[in-house]
């Protein structure tokens, strides 16, 4: 059941922003939609209007759902926010019924305080921070197509994502088994902060928080046991950072190389979930892992469509897919071809 809820929230979220698109579209505002895709811009649309040479990320042009562009002033849109706010709100009853079967469901207790920093060997905490952050992407987007201008969209973005995910926290505070933790809260807040700087400090967005979830049983690795549900299989995940490296490299150096092509540091764990036998040697002893490897830029690597796939696309780019990577730990270090999965090229794993 806690499955096929997880994919039925995933089908709902894409058909519900896929028909919040074609109604946009359908609507006679055609002044928003147009500019977009125009260049030369008025002298009124300037000032209402955020220029497209500042709509970027990375040096690299955003993209809107509805292939508008932000406003400098709010221009609220009753139609537009009460679409998003409808699918917002669906979306989240849907988390909370999901958190509610997986995690809190029959394990409630008073509020109480419980630090758990050498869980999961912190990978938990780089899946808080990716959290904050996508939360706060979100949300953004949200308030940006309903018509609340740039600035605020940001900030007021960032401030619901870290909203979001204190509830998650305060509800973790009466779970007889968890607790609110502390360093959780702070890695939440840490990512809704990192989007917001990246907001105010362009060279921040050379980084890219993303996330690499593969089941275990996938890449041949032992399944010590099965979480609840997928969002606790820290043995399944990597964490990553990307970096634009076209961005970075003195510009003389940028003819040699690829623009879509980036350069990723990971961070994940085997066997957290590893019991000791009292009896013997350990089953699986919990392992870091350390990661480098190639990363690809979505955002430049596929074609420009519609203004909805320029907007997935753009949303997907905070998914890592695998590519070459070596990993280190602390028992061995191994090159893979698409890392994480392993390929056996005559009798040679890669």
Known sequence: MQIKLKYLLFILFIASEFLF??????QNDTTVTNISHDSTHTNDSLTI???LHEFTYAGTRRFMIDGSIPLRKTVFRQVRASIIGGVYLSMLVGIHLHQQQAWWSGNRSKFHFKED??????????GHLFGGYLTSYFLSEGLLASG????????????????FQTYVETEDGFARDWGFSPSDWYFDALGSIFFLAQHYIPELQNVTPK????????????????????????????FWYSIKVNNVIPHSWQKYWVPWLNIAVGYGADAIDAVINPNGPPDQLPTRRYVIGLDYDLVELLPNGG???????????????????????????????????????GGIRF
């Open 21 to 26: 698109n074609q109604i946009v579209v359908a």
């Open 49 to 51: 209007y955020i220029p």
């Open 117 to 126: 920093w050498s869980y999961a060997l912190q990978v938990d905490k780089a």
């Open 148 to 163: 609340i201008n740039w600035d605020d969209s940001n900030i007021y973005g960032s401030i619901l994502g870290l909203l």
């Open 211 to 238: 996330w690499q979830y593969v089941p275990s049983e996938w890449t041949g690795k032992p399944v010590i046991s099965r979480p609840r549900t997928f969002i606790d299989d820290y043995n399944s995940s990597t």
């Open 307 to 345: 203004s909805f796939w320029n907007w997935f696309k753009q949303t997907l780019n905070y998914i890592k897919l695998p590519s070459p990577a070596i990993e280190f730990t602390s028992k061995k270090t191994r090159f893979y071809l698409l890392y994480p999965f392993q390929i056996n090229l």
